[in-house]
């Protein structure tokens, strides 16, 4: 069965230093992968999607991320932070799009 | 495209009453549409698939004649909370995927509270 860890319940950065969230997955088959952002009170939004093409992904607001099959991670980051990045970041995987999985989620704390 | 949205938005009913919740896909087809629930602070938890004309698959643990969920046409999922207690007050997130394209476009959320 496949599954995403989020390692880091919060992470705190700077304004204008590298946001890193990291996540890695566990699929018995080439995965789906995917970030998504929620501001409070709000649905999710689409970051980024990985479905087997290159394998370092960029999504909007600066975001990206770079699939390592070595690693099966799916870290997402961006070089300089901004305080609207300040949101709950989630991993997803997926094997068909009927079955998503979500990761216990990140939430991102920017410091001015 | 693909805009999903949810109504109502929040919603505050008594204990013991049924709420109904609406997805649409407004300018797609969706074939099939999911339906989550979100803790505070927590994950997304997959409540049940549901697929156009066809009965909803619901995961394990979900009760089935509590959350009755109907697909009845290609742009519209409803989510039917029956005999709500506080204990089901929760935030409810519906999605829906398109045919050929790998992501599901999220709704907006519905904030149900139940006193």
């Known amino acids: 069965a496949q599954s995403v860890t989020q390692l880091g319940s919060h992470v705190s950065v700077s304004e204008g230093a590298l946001v890193l969230l990291r996540c890695n997955y566990s699929?018995?088959?080439?995965?789906?992968l995917f970030w998504y952002v929620q501001y409070p009170n709000q649905g999710l939004q689409l970051l980024l999607k990985?479905?087997?093409?290159?394998?370092l992904v960029k999504g909007i607001n600066g975001f990206e991320a770079e699939f390592k099959k070595s690693e099966t991670s799916f870290h997402l980051t961006k070089p300089s932070a901004h305080m609207s990045d300040a949101a709950e970041y989630f991993c997803a995987v997926s094997f068909d799009n009927n079955d998503m999985r979500f990761g216990a989620g990140t939430r991102l704390t920017v410091k001015p | 495209g693909a805009v999903v949205s949810q109504h109502p938005s929040r919603v505050i009913c008594k204990s013991g009453t049924s709420v109904k919740i609406e997805c649409r896909s407004l300018d797609f087809q969706a074939t099939t549409m999911f339906w989550y629930r979100q803790f505070p602070k927590k994950s997304l938890m997959l409540m049940a698939t549901?697929?156009?004309?066809?009965?909803?698959?619901?995961e394990q643990g979900v009760e089935k004649d509590k959350f009755l969920i109907n697909h009845a046409s290609l742009t519209l999922s409803t989510l039917t909370v029956t005999s709500a207690h506080p204990e089901d007050s929760s935030f409810y997130i519906c999605s829906a995927d398109r045919q050929g394209v790998y992501e599901q476009y999220f709704g907006p959320g519905t904030r149900l509270t139940v006193t």
């Open positions: 990985y479905t087997s093409a290159a394998t």
């Open positions: 699929s018995s088959v080439p995965p789906y």
């Open positions: 549901s697929n156009e004309g066809s009965k909803a698959t619901y």
